[in-house]
């Protein structure tokens, strides 16, 4: 079982920059990959990038040279940084954690960028 608690969202200018922080209840180089997620209202949850235990990430095409997801291991959280922020990036942003197959999400944190 993994529990997993986002925080850092909020509302910025376009142009501006949040960092986002996932919590895991357990060892994060142990599960298998975490990743970052979104939602926004009337559209499908989309990937926005993700992290394997080797350290491989893998981004969205449309957060490419704008976001950095990194991990901790000390503090076994994972961290997405998105800067240029852009209206569009509005939605609500979620940590998952796969493990052997099996999912894992957190709560979400609400990300609004004004124009």
């Known amino acids: 079982q993994v529990h997993l608690v986002e925080s850092g969202g909020g509302l910025v200018q376009a142009g501006g920059s949040l960092r986002l922080s996932c919590a895991a209840s357990?060892?994060?180089?142990?599960?298998?990959?975490m990743g970052w997620y979104r939602q926004a209202p009337g559209k499908q949850r989309e990937l926005v990038a993700s992290?394997?235990?080797?350290?491989?990430?893998n981004y969205a095409d449309f957060v490419k040279g704008r976001f950095t997801i990194s991990r901790d291991g000390a503090k076994n959280t994972v961290y997405l940084q998105m800067n240029s922020l852009k209206p569009e990036d509005t939605a609500v942003y979620y940590c998952?954690?796969?493990?052997?197959?099996?999912?894992?999400w957190g709560q979400g944190t609400q990300v609004t960028v004004s124009s």
């Open positions: 998952k954690g796969t493990n052997w197959g099996v999912n894992y």
């Open positions: 357990r060892i994060i180089s142990s599960i298998n990959s």
């Open positions: 992290i394997t235990s080797g350290g491989t990430t």
